[in-house]
């Protein structure tokens, strides 16, 4: 019985992987890059990425590509709610990983996306190459297959709404079970 | 009895279309567009403010984030600026290296332009023919700068380092114009292109300087006026600014791609003045030690979107003490207010995007 | 364009630089640029904050003479609007009350532009506290 269900949930975790479908999400410079990376010089579609999608109750990858202000964190919340179980985050570029170039003297940049949604790979450079892309969703599909992404984030939700009650200046709400 | 409302509509910051994050506001009856505010600032991140705390040499690299496709224009304002108060002249060479680069930045904004614009109407084509161009363009700048997109390669009193890889320039200015004539062989003539952008968003002449439009846009509706033509930076190089009459998005499409084929040109005068004069000297200006004195300086350049400046007021110290910039972007969208009332929704993302319109630079 | 002209014209106004400044009837005096002298486009209006008063520049621009001329007025609190001569100046007002919190009278629908509609203080002000806690993001009301 045990081998039935590894064996389906491994068979799941392959065809999830390979065929992931990102939401045109693009803010600022990284947005560039991320258009470079659809066309036909570094193609995307060749790792699964066929189309992307415009909506996002039918995606199941957002890449967050460009710095997220104070007046834009509602928008991104409500877009990551929206998409249906399971998915994934990239934050790409410096200013999502923890500010960037922005996070000395700038007065509404959000230092960090993880201080609004869990995220699953961190791609540093201002901005990534194409090429800097393709390895990050190439990690990404590693996790998924050895179905690491979906118990860490139970464990980082847990954590997270954790952290929010006890210090209390956060006041996001972040479900702890599925 | 049948009464009928009108419907508030809200074009949100995040849709497939790929100029940014732009909000519009719109209230319909039934298909047509009665009235249209637009909301800004989601991208707001404070570049004005951060210039207060930040010595000139530590805020040169950010200034290359505002127009995230055609970084050097406002890289060379600010590096203009500096040697006007201290009185620098650039050497034949640094001038023809400085005018080389920003005519191939103005030909990679274009070209991304024309794809953007078509994958708004519908046709995916071009959007990846366009973006073959436009990656040679960045391999060549690799080469030299060792970045894609923003290249911090202008400093104040000349440039980081002596150009290089000429031949690949040669190769891009033997490639594209056949490239173009492909372009416009498919899409120029195209009788859907054709019924989507004739005779479609209309800006007269009063409208457009009530509204403050300079650029392209002011250009295809027959107001002579190029920045370039009076530029220090660009005398001795032969070119025509590109000057129509039809004042729909038809004619400006059309005056990109002409703008495209006079930059073409350009480059490669420019490449002729490189081989001509050998002789690389610059004066750099000491930047750890660098102070404005007290007063008001200003500089414009023609950038590929509108007229660019730059506005500082210096008390003196190693920082500004207060920095404005002033960009061709801002405007367009505020032109939407007028320009979309009484459109069908279907052609509005349309005139939209034929304005050229990009995000950092209204939002700064 | 002769600054005498305007002088006889109005009056009270100086050379400074190269901006001219005046101390009042600013709407008259841009319509007269305007309608007269044709300055039809307004480049850009800048604000500079200098402790106890705001000093604001319009940028106008003729393209049939490829002139520019800069128009300097020192201000506290109020300024009068321009938007019926000028409809860039929408734009440019909403963002001088967003940065700055300086009012101006016969604008209709004086918003904020850039920052969200109940954010306390005026950035680009020389007194402004930058409010470290408030960059995490607090979920009080409807802010989309």
């Given at each position: 019985?045990?081998?039935?269900?590894?064996?389906?949930?491994?068979?799941?975790?392959?065809?999830r992987?390979?065929?992931?479908?990102?939401?045109?999400?693009?803010?600022?410079?990284?947005?560039?890059?991320?258009?470079h990376?659809?066309?036909?010089?570094?193609d995307?579609?060749?790792?699964?990425?066929?189309?992307?999608r415009?909506?996002?109750?039918?995606?199941d990858?957002?890449?967050?590509?460009?710095t997220?202000?104070?007046?834009?964190?509602?928008?991104?919340?409500?877009?990551?709610?929206?998409?249906?179980e399971?998915?994934?985050?990239?934050?790409?570029?410096?200013c999502?990983?923890?500010?960037?170039?922005?996070c000395?003297?700038?007065?509404?940049?959000?230092?960090?996306?993880?201080k609004?949604?869990?995220v699953?790979?961190y791609?540093?450079?201002?901005?990534?190459?194409p090429?800097a892309l393709?390895d990050?969703?190439r990690?990404?599909?590693?996790?998924?297959?050895?179905?690491?992404t979906?118990?860490?984030?139970?464990?980082?939700?847990?954590?997270?709404?954790?952290?929010?009650?006890?210090?209390?200046?956060?006041?996001?709400?972040?479900?702890?079970?599925? | 009895?049948?009464?009928?409302?009108?419907l508030?509509?809200?074009?949100g910051?995040?849709?497939?279309?790929?100029?940014?994050?732009?909000r519009?506001?719109?209230e319909?009856?039934?298909e047509?567009?009665l009235?249209?505010?637009p909301?800004v600032?989601?991208?707001h991140?404070g570049?004005?403010k951060?210039?207060e705390g930040?010595?000139?040499?530590?805020?040169?690299?950010?200034?290359?984030?505002?127009d995230?496709?055609?970084?050097?224009?406002?890289?060379?304002?600010?590096?203009?600026?500096?040697?006007?108060?201290?009185?620098?002249?650039?050497?034949?060479?640094v001038?023809?290296?400085?005018?080389?680069?920003?005519?191939?930045?103005?030909?990679?904004?274009?070209?991304?332009?024309?794809?953007?614009?078509?994958?708004?109407?519908?046709?995916?084509?071009?959007?990846?023919?366009?973006?073959?161009e436009?990656?040679?363009?960045?391999?060549?700048?690799?080469?030299?700068?060792?970045?894609?997109m923003?290249?911090?390669?202008?400093?104040?009193?000349?440039?980081?380092?002596?150009?290089?890889?000429?031949e690949?320039?040669?190769?891009?200015i033997k490639?594209?114009?056949q490239?173009?004539?492909d372009?416009?062989?498919?899409?120029?003539?195209?009788?859907?292109?054709?019924?989507?952008?004739?005779?479609?968003?209309?800006?007269?002449?009063?409208?457009?300087?009530?509204?403050?439009?300079?650029?392209?846009n002011?250009?295809a509706s027959?107001v002579?006026?190029d920045?370039?033509?009076?530029?220090k930076?660009?005398?001795?190089?032969?070119?025509?600014?590109?000057?129509?009459?039809?004042?729909d998005s038809?004619?400006?499409?059309?005056?990109?791609?002409?703008?495209?084929?006079?930059?073409?040109?350009?480059?490669?005068?420019?490449?002729?003045?490189?081989?001509?004069n050998?002789?690389?000297?610059?004066?750099?200006?000491?930047?750890?030690?660098l102070?404005?004195?007290?007063?008001?300086?200003?500089?414009?350049?023609e950038?590929?979107?509108g007229?660019?400046?730059?506005?500082?007021?210096?008390?003196?110290?190693?920082?500004?003490?207060?920095?404005?910039?002033?960009?061709?972007s801002?405007y367009?969208?505020?032109?939407?207010?007028k320009?979309?009332v009484?459109?069908?929704?279907?052609?509005?993302?349309a005139i939209?995007?034929?304005?050229?319109?990009?995000l950092?630079?209204?939002?700064? | 364009?002769?600054?005498?002209?305007?002088r006889?014209?109005f009056?009270?106004?100086e050379?400074?630089?190269?901006?001219?400044?005046?101390?009042?009837?600013l709407h008259e005096?841009l319509?007269?640029?305007?309608?007269?002298?044709?300055?039809?486009?307004?480049?850009?209006i800048t604000a500079?904050?200098?402790?106890?008063?705001?000093?604001?520049?319009?940028?106008?621009?003729?393209t049939?003479?490829?002139?520019?001329?800069?128009?300097s007025?020192?201000?506290?609190?109020?300024?009068?609007?321009?938007?019926?001569l000028?409809?860039?100046?929408?734009?440019?007002?909403?963002e001088?009350?967003d940065?700055?919190g300086?009012?101006?009278?016969g604008?209709?629908?004086?918003?904020?532009?850039y920052?969200?509609?109940?954010?306390?203080?005026?950035?680009?002000?020389?007194?402004?506290?930058?409010?470290?806690?408030?960059?995490v993001w607090?979920?009080?009301?409807?802010?989309?």
């Amino acid at each position: 019985m045990g081998f039935f269900v590894t064996s389906i949930d491994w068979v799941l975790n392959n065809a999830r992987a390979n065929s992931l479908w990102p939401l045109t999400f693009a803010t600022s410079c990284c947005g560039i890059e991320m258009m470079h990376t659809v066309a036909s010089d570094n193609d995307i579609a060749r790792f699964g990425s066929e189309v992307f999608r415009g909506s996002p109750r039918q995606a199941d990858l957002l890449i967050c590509a460009g710095t997220i202000t104070h007046k834009m964190a509602p928008v991104l919340l409500r877009l990551y709610e929206q998409m249906a179980e399971p998915k994934y985050v990239i934050a790409m570029g410096a200013c999502t990983c923890g500010g960037g170039m922005f996070c000395d003297y700038s007065y509404s940049v959000i230092r960090g996306i993880d201080k609004i949604i869990p995220v699953d790979i961190y791609l540093p450079m201002c901005p990534p190459k194409p090429e800097a892309l393709i390895d990050a969703i190439r990690k990404l599909q590693q996790k998924i297959v050895k179905n690491e992404t979906i118990m860490k984030r139970k464990d980082f939700v847990e954590s997270h709404s954790s952290k929010l009650v006890q210090k209390g200046e956060l006041l996001v709400e972040v479900k702890s079970e599925y | 009895m049948i009464t009928a409302t009108t419907l508030k509509l809200n074009l949100g910051p995040q849709h497939p279309s790929t100029h940014g994050v732009l909000r519009l506001v719109l209230e319909l009856n039934g298909e047509k567009i009665l009235s249209c505010e637009p909301d800004v600032g989601y991208l707001h991140r404070g570049m004005e403010k951060m210039a207060e705390g930040m010595t000139y040499i530590q805020y040169l690299p950010t200034v290359d984030r505002i127009d995230y496709l055609a970084g050097c224009f406002y890289s060379e304002l600010l590096c203009r600026t500096v040697e006007g108060v201290n009185d620098i002249v650039l050497s034949e060479r640094v001038r023809a290296i400085r005018v080389v680069l920003l005519e191939l930045n103005r030909i990679a904004s274009h070209l991304l332009w024309i794809g953007a614009f078509l994958m708004d109407l519908g046709a995916l084509s071009p959007f990846f023919y366009a973006m073959r161009e436009r990656e040679m363009i960045l391999r060549y700048f690799e080469k030299l700068t060792g970045q894609r997109m923003m290249y911090n390669y202008f400093v104040f009193g000349g440039v980081r380092k002596d150009i290089a890889y000429l031949e690949d320039i040669e190769e891009i200015i033997k490639v594209l114009p056949q490239k173009i004539d492909d372009y416009e062989k498919i899409i120029t003539d195209n009788p859907i292109f054709l019924k989507r952008t004739r005779g479609k968003g209309i800006l007269e002449l009063e409208t457009a300087l009530n509204y403050s439009v300079t650029g392209v846009n002011l250009r295809a509706s027959g107001v002579n006026y190029d920045l370039r033509k009076s530029d220090k930076l660009y005398e001795g190089f032969d070119f025509m600014p590109v000057i129509l009459k039809g004042k729909d998005s038809w004619s400006r499409y059309k005056a990109r791609v002409l703008e495209l084929r006079e930059s073409l040109k350009i480059v490669e005068q420019g490449v002729n003045k490189l081989k001509e004069n050998t002789n690389f000297d610059q004066k750099l200006i000491n930047p750890l030690t660098l102070k404005l004195p007290e007063g008001e300086y200003y500089s414009e350049i023609e950038a590929p979107r509108g007229l660019a400046s730059v506005y500082i007021k210096s008390t003196g110290e190693d920082k500004p003490y207060r920095l404005k910039w002033r960009t061709g972007s801002y405007y367009s969208v505020n032109l939407l207010r007028k320009l979309l009332v009484g459109e069908y929704l279907n052609d509005a993302i349309a005139i939209a995007g034929s304005l050229d319109i990009i995000l950092p630079e209204v939002d700064k | 364009m002769n600054i005498n002209d305007l002088r006889n014209i109005f009056g009270d106004c100086e050379l400074n630089g190269n901006k001219i400044c005046i101390k009042y009837n600013l709407h008259e005096f841009l319509s007269n640029l305007k309608n007269n002298y044709s300055f039809k486009l307004l480049k850009s209006i800048t604000a500079v904050d200098l402790g106890n008063e705001t000093e604001l520049l319009y940028n106008l621009l003729s393209t049939e003479d490829e002139e520019d001329v800069v128009i300097s007025i020192k201000v506290q609190n109020e300024a009068e609007s321009v938007i019926d001569l000028f409809s860039s100046a929408i734009a440019d007002e909403n963002e001088i009350y967003d940065m700055f919190g300086i009012r101006f009278i016969g604008h209709e629908d004086l918003k904020r532009l850039y920052m969200p509609e109940n954010w306390e203080g005026f950035p680009l002000r020389k007194d402004y506290v930058q409010d470290d806690t408030r960059l995490v993001w607090n979920d009080n009301g409807d802010n989309a």
